[in-house]
């Protein structure tokens, strides 16, 4: 099927479903799709790239929005020119973030009671997140560890979003196929990701930025509308 947005209407219809297959898992995104940090994240690398006399608009958007610090620090020495190095803008990004984390964490609206209703339904669950460790533990910190029986930050594989390896580790660390695994995602980037480990997608934009179609990739505009026998239906859904 096509990238699809599931009207509300068709909600009840599937919450009235208890026998309805649980999903084996959900993998969460954490920036954008837990807590409202993305819009930090953007204020972060805008901040830093108006000191660099570039001023972000929608084309940095892609490279900005779910990419880790080093890509985003990469993409502005590109485009600014600056003299400062990679590593050097990277650890500026890294330690604004933080800052900026650390004063403001949100859950997003209906990302609690989720988590919640996977707990109760004995429901596996992993954050999986481009940002560092550090900023990973701070929103951890915010609310509460216990909801994720593994947690991935930036560090933790070779590569990080949008490769498949963040989904790939989690699957593994879970002891279970990607393919029977349901990812939460908010940008293009954590979606590309996901779905290249073989994943089902539910995508809950943070943003405007597009998404990408795909048969295993559903849209929806709030966590809120989300229930266990939707997540089990979309984690079910063939691979094609």
Same mark, same amino acid.
């Given at each position: 099927?096509?990238?699809?947005?599931?009207?509300e !209407?068709?909600?009840?219809?599937?919450?009235?479903?208890?026998?309805?297959?649980? =999903?084996?898992?959900?993998?969460?995104?954490?920036?954008? %799709?837990?807590?409202?940090?993305?819009?930090? *994240? *953007?204020?972060?690398?805008?901040?830093?790239?108006?000191?660099?006399?570039?001023?972000?608009?929608?084309?940095?958007?892609?490279?900005?929005?779910?990419? #880790? @610090?080093?890509?985003?620090?990469?993409?502005?020495?590109?485009?600014?020119?600056?003299?400062?190095?990679?590593?050097?803008?990277?650890?500026?990004?890294?330690? !604004?973030?933080?800052?900026?984390?650390?004063?403001?964490?949100?859950?997003?609206?209906?990302?609690?009671?989720?988590?919640?209703? /996977?707990?109760?339904?004995?429901?596996?669950?992993?954050?999986?997140?481009?940002?560092?460790?550090?900023?990973v533990?701070?929103?951890? !910190? $915010?609310?509460?560890?216990? *909801?994720?029986? &593994?947690?991935?930050?930036a560090?933790?594989?070779?590569?990080?979003?949008?490769?498949?390896?963040?989904?790939?580790?989690?699957?593994?660390?879970?002891? /279970?196929?990607? #393919? &029977?695994?349901?990812? @939460?995602?908010?940008?293009?980037?954590?979606?590309?990701? $996901? %779905?290249?480990?073989?994943? $089902?997608?539910?995508?809950?934009? !943070?943003t405007?930025?597009?998404?990408?179609?795909?048969?295993?990739?559903?849209?929806?505009?709030?966590?809120e509308?989300?229930?266990?026998?939707?997540?089990?239906?979309?984690?079910?859904? =063939?691979?094609?």
């Amino acid at each position: 099927m096509p990238e699809s947005a599931l009207p509300e !209407s068709a909600l009840p219809e599937s919450a009235a479903s208890p026998e309805a297959a649980l =999903p084996a898992a959900v993998l969460f995104d954490m920036d954008g %799709t837990l807590v409202d940090t993305e819009q930090l *994240w *953007w204020q972060t690398a805008a901040e830093i790239a108006e000191e660099l006399r570039h001023p972000l608009t929608e084309q940095d958007a892609p490279e900005v929005l779910g990419q #880790a @610090v080093e890509h985003t620090a990469a993409h502005l020495h590109r485009v600014s020119g600056t003299t400062l190095g990679e590593a050097e803008l990277a650890d500026r990004l890294g330690e !604004s973030f933080a800052a900026k984390v650390a004063a403001e964490t949100v859950p997003r609206p209906g990302a609690l009671a989720l988590l919640a209703s /996977l707990r109760d339904a004995r429901v596996p669950t992993a954050l999986v997140s481009a940002s560092p460790r550090r900023v990973v533990d701070l929103v951890l !910190s $915010a609310i509460g560890r216990d *909801w994720f029986a &593994v947690t991935l930050a930036a560090e933790d594989t070779e590569r990080t979003k949008p490769a498949p390896d963040p989904y790939l580790a989690a699957a593994r660390r879970l002891g /279970l196929d990607p #393919a &029977v695994c349901l990812a @939460v995602e908010d940008t293009p980037t954590g979606v590309a990701s $996901a %779905t290249a480990a073989g994943c $089902a997608v539910l995508a809950v934009p !943070s943003t405007p930025t597009p998404m990408p179609a795909g048969d295993r990739i559903t849209l929806l505009a709030s966590l809120e509308q989300a229930d266990l026998a939707l997540l089990g239906k979309l984690a079910a859904a =063939p691979a094609v």
